[in-house]
């Protein structure tokens, strides 16, 4: 079955400590991505990466990184979390800019 | 750059009656148009999209959607709503270029009995 898998799907995590939302893909998408979502606000993209050893920056990078070292994952790290990154996240994938984008199922993170 | 816009944070219909979610959406170039549904606690599933083919584009459960170049609006309808149909609705524009997809704000489907 062709998913995105992301986890933790639920994360309550304290100002500071750093953690990884992991995500992965077995579609051989090329184009994988990764958005936060806030009432009001929609979705709004972080960061993308359009192959392996790519990745450049969304609307709203700042306190997040993120690495592409093999096509089928897309880390998000946030090395100093804080409480305005309280969020729900969602990673998506594509085989290309063009084509359906698949979104995982989402991670929710809240930071006290 | 690309940008949207989605007319109405929320919109609430009878059970039975026309759903008509609105969306305008800004691009440089011909754009691809997308909407997307996201049902309580879940992820986004694609409901349609239109990619330059016909501008009358029809989705899973019921819905379509028409591009309207002149009027920049890709507004989404069903002639029928049902219960199920309560969710999160996002409309959401690509120009095909590195940015991805950007989204509206989404517009909250409710459905009375």
């Known amino acids: 079955e062709a998913q995105v898998t992301q986890n933790p799907r639920y994360l309550i995590t304290v100002t500071g400590k750093k953690l990884t939302v992991t995500c992965s893909q077995n579609m051989n998408h090329e184009y994988m991505s990764w958005y936060r979502q806030d009432p009001g606000l929609g979705l709004r993209q972080i960061y993308y990466s359009m192959n392996v050893e790519v990745t450049d920056k969304g609307d709203v990078p700042e306190g997040y990184k993120v690495s592409r070292k093999e096509k089928r994952n897309f880390p998000l790290i946030l090395e100093s979390p804080s409480p305005n990154q309280t969020s729900l996240y969602f990673c998506a994938s594509s085989l290309s800019r063009e084509n359906t984008i698949y979104f995982g199922e989402g991670s929710w993170l809240t930071v006290v | 750059a690309q940008s949207v816009t989605q007319l109405g944070s929320h919109v609430s219909v009878s059970e039975g009656a026309l759903v008509l979610l609105r969306c305008n959406y800004s691009?440089?170039?011909?754009?691809?148009l997308f909407w997307y549904v996201q049902y309580p606690n879940q992820g986004l599933q694609l409901l349609l999209k239109?990619?330059?083919?016909?501008?009358l584009v029809k989705g899973i459960n019921g819905f379509e959607a028409e591009f309207k170049k002149s009027e920049t609006s890709f507004h989404l309808t069903k002639p029928s709503a049902h219960m199920s149909d309560a969710a999160e609705y996002f409309c959401a524009v690509s120009e095909g270029g590195a940015d991805g997809l950007t989204f509206g704000k989404g517009t909250h489907l409710i459905i009375q009995p």
């Open positions: 691009s440089s170039v011909p754009p691809y």
């Open positions: 239109y990619t330059s083919a016909a501008t």
